[in-house]
């Protein structure tokens, strides 16, 4: 009987790490496709840019090659940015999308015939942001979106291959992403400071957040699930938001965000 096999996009650092180490422990083999080599003992690192297709497509042939087929893809690789919509450089947001959407979009191409060898699952790390569309950090938001809306296409698409798909919605975690974020405050004076309490309170709540190892579990349960749900939130508080969005006009959360985000001089 082979080992089985998870990929973990970004398992150098933080969540991944954390989800990284997990596996590990339960007789998973790890391999871990990011710009940096994991330290979880054991590991097998490849060193992989979600952004460079053909990185991308050489770190999966190799884990082909090495171990015939994958259970598991983590698409864990993302970054943030935050800033006014108005003064974010296009470029900036399109870097934004190329990481977090299409890195996993890549993944996912190279990964699916591998997968489909041993009838495997596909995780996409989201946000809920994607449900809740944060001021100021709006890119990010739309990023995580168009994941949710990506696993419930891919879904269908691929319904009758044994490879199954779901999306993990994150709530606030304490990780080096809230240090690692790409901010800009170009505007701030004109928004009256907005931008700059707006993301102070963010990255408070982040610190204040769930911890990685919390996470890891969430993301072992959905890998080992037999019916796992196809978009589901992760933390209890972050579950009864998502229900309350479901019920609340969207104008109401909408206000509700503001509240939260926009916090008074």
């Known amino acids: 009987m082979y080992d089985r096999v998870v990929v973990i996009t970004g398992a150098s650092d933080g969540i991944g790490r954390a989800a990284a180490a997990l596996f590990s422990q339960n007789g998973w083999t790890v ?37 015939g087929g994958i259970d598991c893809l983590v698409n864990n690789a993302g970054y943030g940015i935050s800033g006014a919509i108005e003064y974010t450089e296009l470029a900036d947001a399109q870097r934004q999308f190329d990481v977090n959407f299409f890195g996993a979009v890549r993944c996912i191409k190279a990964a699916l015939p591998l997968l489909k060898k041993r009838k495997g699952r596909i995780i996409n790390i989201s946000s809920a942001a994607s449900i809740f569309a944060i001021p100021f950090q709006s890119f990010y938001s739309a990023s995580k979106s168009s994941v949710d ?27 080096s992403f809230t240090g690692s974020r790409n901010k800009s405050l170009a505007g701030d004076e004109e928004y009256g400071g907005m931008i700059s309490r707006s993301v102070a309170k963010m990255e408070s709540d982040e610190k204040n957040g769930m911890s990685p190892e919390t996470v890891a579990k969430a993301i072992y349960g959905a890998a080992t699930a037999k019916n796992q749900k196809l978009i589901s939130a992760v933390g209890l508080m972050y579950k009864s938001f998502a229900v309350l969005n479901r019920i609340i006009p969207t104008d109401v959360v909408n206000k509700l965000i503001a509240l939260l985000y926009l916090p008074e001089k």
Not at 150 to 160: G, M, Q, R, Y
């Open 149 to 175: 809306v990506l696993t419930k296409a891919l879904a269908n698409e691929i319904k009758n291959t044994g490879v199954t798909v779901c999306a993990l919605q994150l709530g606030d975690t304490k990780t």
């Open 31 to 67: 391999v871990n496709m990011s710009r940096h080599d994991s330290d979880v003992p054991g590991i097998i690192n490849f060193k992989t840019d979600v952004t460079d297709e053909d990185n991308v497509k050489r770190s999966f042939a190799e884990t082909g090659e090495r171990f």
